[in-house]
């Protein structure tokens, strides 16, 4: 079974600043997929951003942005220029091919003003 | 594109009685639909696996009989929680893929908070 680790509960920043989540996964598969989801308050899960294990160019979304160690099996979140609409649990999740998602515990974000 | 309707967003019910969510792909046909759950602060369950045409697969520890799954359509998936009782209280998410490939994002409905009294 394919397990993924977000090993800060919480995290604050600044607005305007970087804030960096971690998240580490477990698996025996080479080929498999990446994603980070957003909750904010409404609880809406909203999709920041996706990794292709197969693909080594870490993506990017505007001010989000991966760090992609597939041999250390570690895919951390950066969020630059924190705005307070980016305050949010988030959740990263591991897909394989029988497209079932695998969550994290997920991260807190508060941004301070 | 890639709406998730779900409906209703918000219930509250008297112990004992059932209660039907739906979801709904507005702009897309679903393959496959996911019901998951969610405490307050914790992260999403999967419960099952839906896909159109076929019986629902269920998520280990999580009882057939109480929580009803029908996938008539590619673009609507019911979940029905019968006889509810206050420990089914909690927050149920859907979401639904276009194709049923890892590569696919699950895109999430907006949710329904359920509490029963």
């Known amino acids: 079974a394919q397990t993924v680790t977000q090993s800060q509960p919480e995290m604050s920043v600044q607005e305007a600043e970087t804030v960096t989540l971690s998240c580490t996964y477990d698996?025996?598969?080479?080929?498999?997929?990446l994603f980070w989801y957003k909750q904010p308050p409404s609880r809406q899960m909203i999709l920041v951003i996706r990794?292709?294990?197969?693909?080594?160019q870490n993506a990017t979304e505007n001010r989000f942005s991966v760090n992609f160690q597939k041999a250390a099996k570690s895919f951390s979140l950066k969020i630059s220029d924190s705005q307070l609409g980016d305050a949010a649990m988030y959740f990263c999740?591991?897909?394989?091919?029988?497209?079932?998602?695998?969550f994290g515990a997920g991260t807190t974000v508060t941004v301070r003003a | 594109g890639a709406v998730v309707s779900q409906h209703p967003s918000r219930v509250i019910c008297k112990s004992g009685t059932s209660v039907k969510i739906e979801c709904r792909s507005l702009d897309f046909q679903a393959t496959t639909m996911f019901w998951y759950r969610q405490f307050p602060k914790k992260s999403l369950m999967l419960m099952a696996t839906s896909n159109e045409g076929s019986k629902a697969t269920y998520e280990q520890g999580v009882e057939k009989d109480k929580f009803l799954i029908n996938h008539a359509s590619l673009t609507l998936s019911t979940l029905t929680v019968t006889s509810a009782h206050p420990e089914d209280s909690s927050f149920y998410i859907c979401?639904?893929?276009?194709?049923?490939?890892?590569?696919?994002?699950?895109?999430f409905g907006d949710g329904t908070r359920l509490s029963i009294l």
């Open positions: 990794q292709e294990a197969y693909k080594q």
């Open positions: 999740a591991y897909n394989f091919n029988d497209y079932k998602l695998s």
């Open positions: 979401s639904a893929t276009k194709t049923a490939a890892g590569d696919q994002p699950q895109h």
């Open positions: 698996t025996s598969e080479s080929d498999y997929y």
